[in-house]
């Protein structure tokens, strides 16, 4: 089964590799992005009682305006994964990231649709 979150694309600034006077920085947007991701999993997890399948396998899609606004995957994954790790409690070097493509739609605002697998919770509800 897989538990979707949907999120805002905020563009290009969703990287962890921003360079600046000889270090790395994440830039506060972007730690504002992956907060909210980390909250959304923590809610939706609390409200289904859902169980993390493992390894962590992540689905990812969107909904961007044109084929230039479209992610480098490479960042979105490092962020997705620094996002979610302390969620987890598990390395992100351990996920594991499914592309499953995206869509292009200038009527709707650009979107990431993140599937996270998780096992089947099935309620037995007696009478």
Request: aromatic letters at 10%; one cysteine or more.
């Given at each position: 089964?897989?538990?979707?979150?949907?999120?805002?694309?905020?563009?290009?600034?969703?990287?962890?590799?921003?360079?600046?006077?000889?270090?790395?920085?994440?830039?506060?947007?972007?730690?504002?992005?992956?907060?909210?991701?980390?909250?959304?999993?923590?809610?939706?997890?609390?409200?289904?009682?859902?169980?993390?399948?493992?390894?962590?396998?992540?689905?990812?899609?969107?909904?961007?305006?044109?084929?230039?606004?479209?992610?480098?995957?490479?960042?979105?994954?490092?962020?997705?994964?620094?996002?979610?790790?302390?969620?987890?409690?598990?390395?992100?070097?351990?996920f594991?990231?499914?592309?499953?493509?995206?869509?292009?739609?200038?009527s709707?605002?650009?979107?990431?649709?993140?599937?996270?697998?998780?096992?089947?919770?099935?309620?037995?509800?007696?009478?």
């Amino acid at each position: 089964m897989i538990a979707e979150i949907s999120i805002d694309y905020i563009g290009s600034c969703l990287s962890v590799n921003h360079y600046k006077v000889g270090k790395y920085y994440t830039r506060p947007e972007t730690k504002q992005w992956m907060k909210l991701l980390h909250y959304k999993w923590i809610v939706l997890q609390d409200k289904h009682k859902l169980t993390l399948k493992l390894p962590p396998t992540i689905h990812l899609s969107g909904i961007f305006k044109d084929k230039r606004s479209c992610p480098d995957l490479h960042n979105l994954h490092k962020t997705i994964g620094d996002a979610l790790e302390p969620a987890f409690g598990i390395n992100d070097r351990e996920f594991r990231f499914i592309d499953e493509g995206y869509t292009i739609d200038k009527s709707k605002d650009p979107m990431l649709i993140i599937g996270i697998e998780v096992e089947n919770n099935v309620c037995h509800n007696s009478p």
